[in-house]
């Protein structure tokens, strides 16, 4: 259900235009920084919202706003697009991240707070190697 929520806001605020509205709003606040450094904070905004919201819905939602952003900006409009295809992967903080990350805490071999000290370190790492690499080569 959350999944299909996230596809059907994506295709409306796509058709409507309300993405383009937002993103010309986020455009204001970021325009003329450096495009590492606006790859670094999609990357980190992306990693940290899967953390408590579906991966796939997050992405599908993101995807059409950040596009947006990217033309108004002049920057490749996949290199964003990419940055958050990836970031989306990145959930290792907390149980109800993944079913994976489910599985693993529901062994009780692993406390939850074993689960986010490692999984901030991750998040961290996987900002940074997500934004160098989209830097580098789509940005």
């Known amino acids: 259900m959350l999944f299909g929520g996230g596809l059907t806001l994506s295709a409306v605020l ?10 010309d709003g986020i455009v204001f606040l970021i325009e003329g920084g450096h495009f590492y450094l606006i ?7 992306i990693i940290f919202l899967t953390e408590f919201t579906s991966n796939t819905a997050s992405a599908a939602l993101l995807v059409p706003i950040f596009i947006s952003i990217a033309q108004s900006l002049g920057m490749p409009e996949l290199g964003l ?19 994976p990350n489910a599985i693993v805490f529901g062994t009780g071999e692993i406390r939850q707070s074993e689960m986010v000290r490692v999984g901030v370190l991750l998040n961290i790492v996987c900002i940074f190697v997500i934004a160098t690499v989209g830097y580098l080569f789509w940005l």
């Open 14 to 23: 796509r058709d409507s235009g309300a993405s383009k509205i937002l993103a």
């Open 39 to 45: 790859g670094l904070l999609v990357a980190a905004f």
């Open 81 to 99: 697009a990419l940055i958050i295809g990836l970031g989306a992967s990145c959930a290792f903080m907390l149980p109800v991240a993944t079913p």
